[in-house]
Protein backbone atom coordinates (compact mmCIF):
# COMPACT_ATOMS: atom_id res chain seq x y z
CA UNK A 1 0.00 0.00 0.00
CA UNK A 2 1.46 3.29 -0.92
CA UNK A 3 1.78 6.30 1.76
CA UNK A 4 -1.00 8.18 -0.20
CA UNK A 5 -3.86 5.84 0.28
CA UNK A 6 -2.66 4.63 3.49
CA UNK A 7 -3.32 8.44 5.00
CA UNK A 8 -6.45 8.66 2.17
CA UNK A 9 -8.05 5.36 3.86
CA UNK A 10 -7.01 7.05 7.46
CA UNK A 11 -8.79 10.18 6.94
CA UNK A 12 -11.83 8.05 5.31
CA UNK A 13 -12.11 5.95 8.70
CA UNK A 14 -11.78 8.97 10.35
CA UNK A 15 -14.16 10.89 8.83
CA UNK A 16 -16.79 7.71 9.14
CA UNK A 17 -16.30 7.25 12.53
CA UNK A 18 -17.25 10.32 13.33
CA UNK A 19 -19.65 11.18 10.62
CA UNK A 20 -23.43 11.85 12.35
CA UNK A 21 -26.65 10.37 10.83
CA UNK A 22 -27.64 13.48 9.63
CA UNK A 23 -28.63 11.36 6.00
CA UNK A 24 -32.23 10.37 6.65
CA UNK A 25 -33.51 13.88 6.16
CA UNK A 26 -31.93 13.79 2.78
CA UNK A 27 -34.58 11.88 0.12
CA UNK A 28 -32.12 12.06 -2.93
CA UNK A 29 -29.79 8.89 -3.06
CA UNK A 30 -26.22 10.61 -3.10
CA UNK A 31 -23.85 9.04 -5.64
CA UNK A 32 -19.83 9.43 -6.33
CA UNK A 33 -18.83 8.64 -9.63
CA UNK A 34 -14.88 8.17 -11.14
CA UNK A 35 -14.73 9.47 -14.08
CA UNK A 36 -16.67 11.65 -16.48
CA UNK A 37 -17.78 8.84 -18.60
CA UNK A 38 -19.79 7.33 -15.23
CA UNK A 39 -20.76 10.77 -14.10
CA UNK A 40 -22.41 11.21 -17.35
CA UNK A 41 -23.93 7.73 -17.56
CA UNK A 42 -25.56 8.16 -13.90
CA UNK A 43 -26.83 11.27 -14.12
CA UNK A 44 -28.65 10.22 -17.26
CA UNK A 45 -30.42 7.28 -15.66
CA UNK A 46 -31.00 9.38 -11.99
CA UNK A 47 -31.66 12.73 -13.84
CA UNK A 48 -32.78 14.86 -10.87
CA UNK A 49 -34.39 12.36 -8.61
CA UNK A 50 -30.73 11.37 -7.47
CA UNK A 51 -27.51 13.60 -6.32
CA UNK A 52 -24.16 12.60 -8.14
CA UNK A 53 -20.68 14.19 -7.65
CA UNK A 54 -17.96 13.27 -9.80
CA UNK A 55 -14.25 12.85 -8.84
CA UNK A 56 -12.58 13.58 -12.14
CA UNK A 57 -13.33 16.17 -14.03
CA UNK A 58 -12.35 16.75 -18.10
CA UNK A 59 -9.00 16.27 -19.49
CA UNK A 60 -8.55 14.20 -15.82
CA UNK A 61 -6.15 11.19 -16.45
CA UNK A 62 -7.65 8.17 -14.67
CA UNK A 63 -4.92 6.17 -14.69
CA UNK A 64 -2.60 8.52 -12.90
CA UNK A 65 -5.48 10.46 -10.48
CA UNK A 66 -5.19 10.67 -6.46
CA UNK A 67 -7.79 11.37 -4.46
CA UNK A 68 -7.62 14.40 -2.84
CA UNK A 69 -8.64 15.34 0.63
CA UNK A 70 -11.55 17.49 -0.73
CA UNK A 71 -12.70 14.18 -2.04
CA UNK A 72 -12.97 12.89 1.28
CA UNK A 73 -16.09 14.01 2.25
CA UNK A 74 -17.84 13.18 -1.11
CA UNK A 75 -16.62 9.52 -0.43
CA UNK A 76 -18.16 9.45 3.31
CA UNK A 77 -21.26 11.29 2.52
CA UNK A 78 -21.78 8.76 -0.58
CA UNK A 79 -24.87 6.23 -0.47
CA UNK A 80 -22.98 4.29 -3.31
CA UNK A 81 -20.15 4.86 -5.82
CA UNK A 82 -19.61 4.13 -9.42
CA UNK A 83 -16.64 3.46 -10.43
CA UNK A 84 -15.02 1.56 -13.77
CA UNK A 85 -12.78 -1.29 -12.07
CA UNK A 86 -10.53 -3.18 -14.38
CA UNK A 87 -7.80 -1.11 -12.71
CA UNK A 88 -8.27 1.84 -14.35
CA UNK A 89 -8.61 4.15 -11.27
CA UNK A 90 -5.47 2.31 -10.05
CA UNK A 91 -4.58 3.93 -7.46
CA UNK A 92 -8.32 4.00 -5.55
CA UNK A 93 -9.63 0.56 -6.27
CA UNK A 94 -8.02 -0.58 -2.51
CA UNK A 95 -9.78 2.26 -1.12
CA UNK A 96 -13.22 1.36 -2.65
CA UNK A 97 -13.33 -2.34 -1.64
CA UNK A 98 -12.34 -1.30 1.88
CA UNK A 99 -14.95 1.47 1.77
CA UNK A 100 -17.14 -1.62 1.03
CA UNK A 101 -17.14 -2.61 4.56
CA UNK A 102 -18.62 0.84 5.71
CA UNK A 103 -22.15 0.76 4.38
CA UNK A 104 -21.38 2.37 1.70
CA UNK A 105 -22.10 0.40 -1.47
CA UNK A 106 -19.43 0.13 -4.50
CA UNK A 107 -19.86 -0.83 -7.71
CA UNK A 108 -17.47 -1.71 -10.27
CA UNK A 109 -19.72 -1.64 -13.63
CA UNK A 110 -16.88 -2.97 -15.61
CA UNK A 111 -17.64 -6.26 -13.73
CA UNK A 112 -20.94 -6.85 -15.20
CA UNK A 113 -19.03 -7.85 -18.46
CA UNK A 114 -17.83 -11.22 -19.25
CA UNK A 115 -14.39 -11.58 -19.34
CA UNK A 116 -13.90 -13.79 -22.10
CA UNK A 117 -15.39 -10.91 -24.22
CA UNK A 118 -12.97 -8.33 -22.79
CA UNK A 119 -9.84 -7.47 -24.54
CA UNK A 120 -6.35 -8.96 -22.62
CA UNK A 121 -3.12 -7.57 -21.86
CA UNK A 122 0.07 -8.85 -20.70
CA UNK A 123 1.06 -5.52 -19.82
CA UNK A 124 -1.69 -4.22 -17.66
CA UNK A 125 -1.79 -5.24 -14.29
CA UNK A 126 -5.77 -6.43 -14.36
CA UNK A 127 -4.66 -8.68 -17.39
CA UNK A 128 -7.79 -6.66 -19.17
CA UNK A 129 -8.48 -3.69 -21.50
CA UNK A 130 -10.38 -1.09 -19.22
CA UNK A 131 -11.16 1.13 -22.19
CA UNK A 132 -14.49 -1.08 -22.11
CA UNK A 133 -17.07 2.77 -22.67
CA UNK A 134 -15.17 2.61 -26.64
CA UNK A 135 -17.43 -0.34 -27.27
CA UNK A 136 -20.81 0.94 -27.51
CA UNK A 137 -22.41 -2.59 -27.13
CA UNK A 138 -20.64 -3.07 -24.09
CA UNK A 139 -21.57 0.48 -22.69
CA UNK A 140 -24.79 -0.59 -23.03
CA UNK A 141 -24.54 -3.45 -20.70
CA UNK A 142 -23.00 -1.70 -18.42
CA UNK A 143 -26.11 0.79 -18.77
CA UNK A 144 -28.59 -1.80 -18.05
CA UNK A 145 -26.53 -2.69 -15.10
CA UNK A 146 -26.07 0.33 -13.62
CA UNK A 147 -30.28 0.94 -13.87
CA UNK A 148 -30.43 -2.63 -12.17
CA UNK A 149 -28.02 -1.04 -9.46
CA UNK A 150 -29.76 2.33 -8.56
CA UNK A 151 -33.31 0.64 -8.33
CA UNK A 152 -32.12 -1.83 -5.89
CA UNK A 153 -30.31 1.22 -3.91
CA UNK A 154 -33.24 3.12 -4.39
CA UNK A 155 -36.82 1.50 -4.89
CA UNK A 156 -38.86 4.30 -4.80
CA UNK A 157 -37.77 6.00 -7.64
CA UNK A 158 -37.38 2.26 -9.56
CA UNK A 159 -39.79 3.27 -12.11
CA UNK A 160 -37.98 6.75 -13.17
CA UNK A 161 -34.33 4.84 -13.48
CA UNK A 162 -36.08 2.50 -15.55
CA UNK A 163 -37.71 4.64 -17.70
CA UNK A 164 -34.91 7.28 -18.25
CA UNK A 165 -32.42 4.37 -18.34
CA UNK A 166 -34.68 2.84 -21.54
CA UNK A 167 -34.26 6.31 -23.37
CA UNK A 168 -31.07 6.10 -22.89
CA UNK A 169 -30.30 3.01 -24.75
CA UNK A 170 -32.43 3.66 -26.93
CA UNK A 171 -30.16 6.93 -27.97
CA UNK A 172 -27.07 4.57 -27.42
CA UNK A 173 -28.69 2.48 -30.20
CA UNK A 174 -29.10 5.61 -32.81
CA UNK A 175 -25.35 6.74 -31.89
CA UNK A 176 -24.08 3.36 -32.79
CA UNK A 177 -25.49 3.80 -35.78
CA UNK A 178 -24.66 6.74 -37.06
CA UNK A 179 -20.92 5.82 -36.06
CA UNK A 180 -21.30 2.89 -38.34
CA UNK A 181 -22.56 4.89 -41.18
CA UNK A 182 -19.43 7.54 -40.78
CA UNK A 183 -17.04 4.81 -40.73
CA UNK A 184 -18.21 2.88 -43.51
CA UNK A 185 -17.23 6.25 -45.68
CA UNK A 186 -13.66 5.68 -44.71
CA UNK A 187 -11.99 2.68 -46.91
CA UNK A 188 -10.88 -0.40 -44.77
CA UNK A 189 -7.11 0.15 -45.86
CA UNK A 190 -7.09 3.77 -44.45
CA UNK A 191 -7.82 2.66 -40.77
CA UNK A 192 -4.84 2.92 -39.02
CA UNK A 193 -5.80 4.82 -35.95
CA UNK A 194 -2.17 5.94 -33.99
CA UNK A 195 -2.66 7.85 -30.88
CA UNK A 196 -1.04 8.76 -27.69
CA UNK A 197 -1.97 5.94 -25.22
CA UNK A 198 -3.69 2.50 -26.28
CA UNK A 199 -7.20 3.51 -25.16
CA UNK A 200 -8.68 2.69 -28.42
CA UNK A 201 -8.86 -1.35 -29.17
CA UNK A 202 -12.44 -1.79 -28.35
CA UNK A 203 -13.41 0.52 -30.43
CA UNK A 204 -10.64 -0.79 -33.13
CA UNK A 205 -11.94 -4.21 -32.90
CA UNK A 206 -15.63 -3.04 -33.59
CA UNK A 207 -15.03 -1.19 -36.70
CA UNK A 208 -11.57 -3.09 -37.67
CA UNK A 209 -9.27 -0.29 -36.97
CA UNK A 210 -5.74 -1.12 -36.45
CA UNK A 211 -5.23 0.88 -33.45
CA UNK A 212 -1.73 1.61 -32.65
CA UNK A 213 -0.88 3.11 -29.04
CA UNK A 214 2.74 5.17 -28.32
CA UNK A 215 2.16 4.36 -24.85
CA UNK A 216 0.15 0.57 -23.68
CA UNK A 217 -2.81 0.57 -21.38
CA UNK A 218 -2.11 2.88 -18.98
CA UNK A 219 -0.73 5.84 -19.11
CA UNK A 220 1.77 4.96 -16.49
CA UNK A 221 4.00 3.64 -18.76
CA UNK A 222 6.31 5.82 -20.30
CA UNK A 223 7.33 5.58 -24.01
CA UNK A 224 10.92 5.64 -24.66
CA UNK A 225 13.00 6.73 -27.86
CA UNK A 226 12.71 2.83 -29.27
CA UNK A 227 8.97 2.77 -28.72
CA UNK A 228 8.77 6.08 -30.79
CA UNK A 229 11.28 5.05 -33.42
CA UNK A 230 9.35 1.75 -34.02
CA UNK A 231 6.31 3.78 -34.64
CA UNK A 232 7.64 6.17 -36.74
CA UNK A 233 8.69 3.82 -38.88
CA UNK A 234 5.61 2.03 -38.95
CA UNK A 235 3.90 5.14 -39.81
CA UNK A 236 6.08 5.55 -42.79
CA UNK A 237 5.55 2.12 -44.32
CA UNK A 238 2.13 2.55 -43.97
CA UNK A 239 1.72 5.87 -45.22
CA UNK A 240 -0.28 6.78 -42.04
CA UNK A 241 -2.23 10.44 -42.99
CA UNK A 242 -2.60 11.55 -39.59
CA UNK A 243 -1.89 10.80 -35.68
CA UNK A 244 -3.73 12.07 -32.84
CA UNK A 245 -3.56 13.50 -29.49
CA UNK A 246 -5.46 12.89 -26.69
CA UNK A 247 -7.40 15.53 -24.00
CA UNK A 248 -5.90 13.70 -20.94
CA UNK A 249 -2.22 12.47 -22.02
CA UNK A 250 -0.14 15.09 -22.62
CA UNK A 251 0.74 16.34 -25.96
CA UNK A 252 4.65 16.24 -26.10
CA UNK A 253 4.65 12.17 -26.55
CA UNK A 254 2.78 12.93 -29.87
CA UNK A 255 4.51 15.89 -30.89
CA UNK A 256 7.91 13.86 -30.82
CA UNK A 257 6.66 11.12 -32.82
CA UNK A 258 5.85 13.69 -35.07
CA UNK A 259 9.54 15.12 -35.46
CA UNK A 260 10.61 11.78 -35.60
CA UNK A 261 8.91 10.73 -38.57
CA UNK A 262 9.48 14.56 -40.16
CA UNK A 263 13.36 13.27 -39.52
CA UNK A 264 13.08 10.52 -41.85
CA UNK A 265 11.98 13.35 -44.90
CA UNK A 266 8.42 12.06 -44.39
CA UNK A 267 5.33 13.56 -43.18
CA UNK A 268 2.58 13.06 -40.95
CA UNK A 269 -0.06 15.74 -39.62
CA UNK A 270 -1.99 15.83 -36.12
CA UNK A 271 -5.46 15.01 -36.95
CA UNK A 272 -7.12 16.46 -34.08
CA UNK A 273 -7.54 15.76 -30.66
CA UNK A 274 -9.52 12.65 -29.43
CA UNK A 275 -11.35 12.21 -26.22
CA UNK A 276 -10.06 9.09 -24.41
CA UNK A 277 -10.27 8.61 -20.22
CA UNK A 278 -12.26 11.76 -19.85
CA UNK A 279 -15.21 13.71 -21.75
CA UNK A 280 -14.66 16.95 -22.81
CA UNK A 281 -15.67 20.82 -20.75
CA UNK A 282 -18.98 19.90 -18.98
CA UNK A 283 -21.40 21.86 -20.52
CA UNK A 284 -20.72 21.26 -24.34
CA UNK A 285 -21.24 18.50 -26.76
CA UNK A 286 -17.94 16.96 -26.14
CA UNK A 287 -19.03 16.93 -22.62
CA UNK A 288 -21.64 14.00 -22.90
CA UNK A 289 -20.48 10.26 -23.85
CA UNK A 290 -22.14 10.74 -26.80
CA UNK A 291 -21.35 13.82 -28.06
CA UNK A 292 -17.68 12.78 -27.42
CA UNK A 293 -18.07 8.94 -29.36
CA UNK A 294 -19.69 11.18 -32.34
CA UNK A 295 -16.36 14.04 -31.93
CA UNK A 296 -14.03 11.38 -32.26
CA UNK A 297 -15.11 9.21 -35.34
CA UNK A 298 -15.70 12.52 -37.69
CA UNK A 299 -12.07 13.58 -36.25
CA UNK A 300 -10.42 10.28 -36.65
CA UNK A 301 -12.32 9.83 -40.40
CA UNK A 302 -11.69 13.27 -41.37
CA UNK A 303 -8.34 13.36 -40.93
CA UNK A 304 -8.00 9.82 -42.60
CA UNK A 305 -9.71 10.13 -45.45
Not at 41 to 55: A, F, P, W
Not at 67 to 91: C, M, P, Q, R, T
Not at 231 to 240: G, Y
Request: proline letters at 2%.
Amino acid sequence: MTKHIAVLLTLIFTAFSCKKENKKNNSKLQVVTTTTMITDLITNIGKDVISVEGLMGSGVDPHLYKASEGDVNKLVNADAIFYNGLHLEGKLVEVFEKMGNQNTKTIALGEVLDKNTLIGSDYFASNYDPHIWFSINRWKQVTSFAIQKLKELDPKNAETFEANGNAYLKQLDELAKNIKNTVDSLPEEKRILVTAHDAFSYFGKEYKFNVVGLQGLSTATEAGVQDVQRLANFIIENKVKAIFVESSVPKRTIEALQAAVTSKDHEVSIGGTLYSDALGTEGTKEGTYIGMFEHNVNTIVNALK
